[in-house]
Protein backbone atom coordinates (compact mmCIF):
# COMPACT_ATOMS: atom_id res chain seq x y z
CA UNK A 1 0.00 0.00 0.00
CA UNK A 2 1.44 3.02 -0.76
CA UNK A 3 1.41 5.45 2.42
CA UNK A 4 2.80 8.34 0.85
CA UNK A 5 -0.52 10.15 -0.32
CA UNK A 6 -1.79 9.86 3.06
CA UNK A 7 1.27 10.87 4.96
CA UNK A 8 1.67 14.33 2.63
CA UNK A 9 -2.09 14.81 3.32
CA UNK A 10 -1.12 14.52 7.01
CA UNK A 11 1.91 16.75 7.07
CA UNK A 12 0.15 19.35 4.92
CA UNK A 13 -3.29 20.05 7.19
CA UNK A 14 -1.27 19.39 10.24
CA UNK A 15 1.55 22.13 9.64
CA UNK A 16 -0.91 24.56 8.15
CA UNK A 17 -2.93 24.48 11.66
CA UNK A 18 0.72 25.51 12.97
CA UNK A 19 0.99 28.00 11.24
CA UNK A 20 -2.41 29.38 12.45
CA UNK A 21 -0.49 30.24 15.52
CA UNK A 22 2.76 31.41 13.87
CA UNK A 23 0.27 34.11 12.13
CA UNK A 24 -0.96 35.47 15.57
CA UNK A 25 2.83 35.88 16.53
CA UNK A 26 3.69 37.90 13.14
CA UNK A 27 2.42 41.00 14.70
CA UNK A 28 4.33 43.06 17.82
CA UNK A 29 1.25 44.31 18.95
CA UNK A 30 -0.68 40.80 19.18
CA UNK A 31 2.92 39.95 21.03
CA UNK A 32 2.25 42.20 23.24
CA UNK A 33 -1.67 42.02 24.28
CA UNK A 34 -0.68 38.60 24.51
CA UNK A 35 2.14 39.95 27.13
CA UNK A 36 -0.26 41.88 29.14
CA UNK A 37 -2.90 39.24 28.93
CA UNK A 38 -0.20 36.62 30.99
CA UNK A 39 -0.40 39.07 33.70
CA UNK A 40 -4.10 38.84 33.78
CA UNK A 41 -7.57 38.95 32.30
CA UNK A 42 -7.81 42.52 31.17
CA UNK A 43 -11.02 44.87 29.18
CA UNK A 44 -10.61 46.14 25.91
CA UNK A 45 -10.26 49.33 27.06
CA UNK A 46 -7.63 48.87 29.39
CA UNK A 47 -5.84 46.74 26.53
CA UNK A 48 -6.20 49.74 24.60
CA UNK A 49 -4.59 52.25 27.28
CA UNK A 50 -1.75 50.19 28.03
CA UNK A 51 -0.77 49.70 24.06
CA UNK A 52 -1.77 52.88 22.86
CA UNK A 53 -3.98 51.75 20.08
CA UNK A 54 -7.39 52.66 19.38
CA UNK A 55 -9.93 50.23 20.95
CA UNK A 56 -11.41 48.94 17.40
CA UNK A 57 -7.57 48.26 16.37
CA UNK A 58 -7.10 45.87 19.57
CA UNK A 59 -10.42 44.17 19.33
CA UNK A 60 -9.25 43.39 15.24
CA UNK A 61 -6.18 41.80 16.82
CA UNK A 62 -7.67 39.96 19.62
CA UNK A 63 -10.12 38.42 17.10
CA UNK A 64 -7.21 37.27 15.56
CA UNK A 65 -5.84 35.58 18.40
CA UNK A 66 -9.60 34.39 19.89
CA UNK A 67 -9.76 32.59 16.29
CA UNK A 68 -6.49 30.53 17.16
CA UNK A 69 -7.86 29.78 20.72
CA UNK A 70 -5.08 31.57 22.60
CA UNK A 71 -7.49 33.78 24.47
CA UNK A 72 -11.01 34.16 25.54
CA UNK A 73 -13.51 36.36 26.66
CA UNK A 74 -16.21 36.96 29.20
CA UNK A 75 -18.71 39.75 29.70
CA UNK A 76 -18.40 41.96 32.90
CA UNK A 77 -21.84 44.60 32.63
CA UNK A 78 -20.73 46.07 29.52
CA UNK A 79 -17.38 45.52 29.15
CA UNK A 80 -16.10 42.40 27.26
CA UNK A 81 -12.88 41.20 29.27
CA UNK A 82 -10.27 39.31 27.84
CA UNK A 83 -7.77 36.58 29.43
CA UNK A 84 -5.10 33.26 28.11
CA UNK A 85 -6.74 30.26 27.70
CA UNK A 86 -4.07 28.37 29.06
CA UNK A 87 -1.18 28.60 31.68
CA UNK A 88 1.00 26.95 28.44
CA UNK A 89 0.59 30.13 26.74
CA UNK A 90 2.75 32.08 29.32
CA UNK A 91 5.55 29.37 29.30
CA UNK A 92 5.28 29.76 25.41
CA UNK A 93 6.10 33.58 26.00
CA UNK A 94 9.06 32.99 28.58
CA UNK A 95 10.39 30.31 25.80
CA UNK A 96 9.97 33.11 22.93
CA UNK A 97 11.29 35.62 24.50
CA UNK A 98 14.78 33.53 25.60
CA UNK A 99 14.90 32.67 21.66
CA UNK A 100 14.88 36.42 20.57
CA UNK A 101 17.88 37.19 23.09
CA UNK A 102 19.59 34.38 22.00
CA UNK A 103 19.03 34.58 18.59
CA UNK A 104 18.48 38.17 17.69
CA UNK A 105 21.50 40.56 17.99
CA UNK A 106 19.32 43.56 17.93
CA UNK A 107 17.07 42.12 21.05
CA UNK A 108 20.03 42.45 22.87
CA UNK A 109 21.07 46.01 21.65
CA UNK A 110 17.54 47.04 22.41
CA UNK A 111 17.80 45.07 25.91
CA UNK A 112 21.34 46.59 27.03
CA UNK A 113 20.41 50.46 25.88
CA UNK A 114 17.22 50.11 28.22
CA UNK A 115 18.90 48.74 31.06
CA UNK A 116 21.90 51.55 30.49
CA UNK A 117 19.32 53.95 31.80
CA UNK A 118 19.25 52.32 35.11
CA UNK A 119 22.51 51.32 35.53
CA UNK A 120 22.97 52.83 38.66
CA UNK A 121 20.39 50.98 40.22
CA UNK A 122 20.75 47.99 42.06
CA UNK A 123 18.99 45.20 41.15
CA UNK A 124 18.29 41.58 43.11
CA UNK A 125 18.19 38.27 42.31
CA UNK A 126 15.00 36.40 42.28
CA UNK A 127 16.73 34.13 44.78
CA UNK A 128 18.01 36.91 46.68
CA UNK A 129 14.41 38.30 47.31
CA UNK A 130 13.31 35.53 48.73
CA UNK A 131 15.70 34.44 50.63
CA UNK A 132 15.22 37.71 52.26
CA UNK A 133 11.91 37.76 52.65
CA UNK A 134 12.12 34.71 53.92
CA UNK A 135 14.60 36.27 57.03
CA UNK A 136 11.83 39.57 57.37
CA UNK A 137 14.84 41.50 55.81
CA UNK A 138 12.94 43.30 52.96
CA UNK A 139 9.85 44.38 51.56
CA UNK A 140 8.63 43.37 47.79
CA UNK A 141 6.40 45.87 46.32
CA UNK A 142 4.52 44.94 43.48
CA UNK A 143 4.17 48.07 41.84
CA UNK A 144 1.73 46.40 38.65
CA UNK A 145 -1.82 47.60 38.02
CA UNK A 146 -3.91 46.32 41.28
CA UNK A 147 -6.41 43.83 38.95
CA UNK A 148 -2.82 42.29 38.07
CA UNK A 149 -1.76 41.80 41.49
CA UNK A 150 -4.77 40.59 42.47
CA UNK A 151 -4.92 37.95 39.45
CA UNK A 152 -1.48 36.64 40.86
CA UNK A 153 1.13 37.89 42.66
CA UNK A 154 4.74 37.14 44.29
CA UNK A 155 3.31 35.90 48.26
CA UNK A 156 4.58 38.11 51.02
CA UNK A 157 4.70 41.23 48.49
CA UNK A 158 2.21 44.48 48.85
CA UNK A 159 0.67 46.03 45.72
CA UNK A 160 1.54 49.57 45.48
CA UNK A 161 0.60 50.82 42.28
CA UNK A 162 3.52 52.89 40.76
CA UNK A 163 0.90 55.56 41.17
CA UNK A 164 0.35 55.49 44.56
CA UNK A 165 4.22 54.69 45.14
CA UNK A 166 4.48 58.24 46.64
CA UNK A 167 1.88 58.34 49.34
CA UNK A 168 2.50 54.90 50.70
CA UNK A 169 6.07 55.33 50.76
CA UNK A 170 5.72 58.44 53.11
CA UNK A 171 4.57 56.33 56.14
CA UNK A 172 7.68 53.83 55.89
CA UNK A 173 10.96 53.90 58.28
CA UNK A 174 13.92 54.91 55.88
CA UNK A 175 15.84 51.66 57.45
CA UNK A 176 13.63 49.48 56.13
CA UNK A 177 14.96 47.84 52.67
CA UNK A 178 12.72 47.60 49.89
CA UNK A 179 12.37 45.48 46.24
CA UNK A 180 10.21 46.15 43.38
CA UNK A 181 8.96 44.39 40.92
CA UNK A 182 6.59 44.28 38.17
CA UNK A 183 5.74 42.51 34.86
CA UNK A 184 9.50 41.39 33.98
CA UNK A 185 12.38 42.05 32.31
CA UNK A 186 11.28 44.49 29.58
CA UNK A 187 9.04 46.50 32.47
CA UNK A 188 10.13 49.93 32.97
CA UNK A 189 8.01 50.46 36.65
CA UNK A 190 10.35 48.66 39.06
CA UNK A 191 12.96 50.90 38.11
CA UNK A 192 10.76 54.06 37.98
CA UNK A 193 9.49 52.64 41.39
CA UNK A 194 13.21 52.05 42.35
CA UNK A 195 14.43 56.04 41.48
CA UNK A 196 11.55 57.49 42.93
CA UNK A 197 12.57 55.74 46.31
CA UNK A 198 16.18 56.42 46.32
CA UNK A 199 15.19 60.02 45.83
CA UNK A 200 13.34 59.66 48.96
CA UNK A 201 16.31 58.29 50.86
CA UNK A 202 15.17 54.45 51.25
CA UNK A 203 17.10 51.47 50.86
CA UNK A 204 16.15 49.92 47.11
CA UNK A 205 16.48 47.67 44.48
CA UNK A 206 14.92 46.49 41.55
CA UNK A 207 13.84 42.84 41.10
CA UNK A 208 13.81 42.26 37.36
CA UNK A 209 11.76 38.88 37.50
CA UNK A 210 7.98 39.01 37.07
CA UNK A 211 5.53 36.44 37.48
CA UNK A 212 6.23 34.79 34.65
CA UNK A 213 10.14 33.98 36.51
CA UNK A 214 8.62 33.32 39.85
CA UNK A 215 5.93 30.38 38.50
CA UNK A 216 9.21 29.10 36.40
CA UNK A 217 11.10 29.60 39.79
CA UNK A 218 8.17 27.67 41.77
CA UNK A 219 7.99 24.24 39.31
CA UNK A 220 11.64 24.27 39.21
CA UNK A 221 11.86 23.99 43.17
CA UNK A 222 8.90 22.13 43.81
Known amino acids: MDYELPMRHFKDNIYRQFARIGKCLSSDKRLELLDLL ?4 KSVEKLAQATAMSV ?60 NHFDHLQTLSLEEVLHKMEEGSI ?28 HYIQGLPKNVQIAAYCRGPYCIYSA ?7 QEGFS ?3 LVSGIQEWQEHQSQTH
Request: glycine share 2%; proline share 5%; hydrophobic share 45%.
Open 38 to 41: SQGP
Open 204 to 206: AFR
Open 56 to 115: ANVSRHLQILLDANLVKFSKKGTFVIYSLTSPEINVFLSSLWRISELQLAEVLRIKADFI
Open 192 to 198: QAVEQML
Open 139 to 166: MLLDVRPADEYEAEHIPGAVSVPIEELH
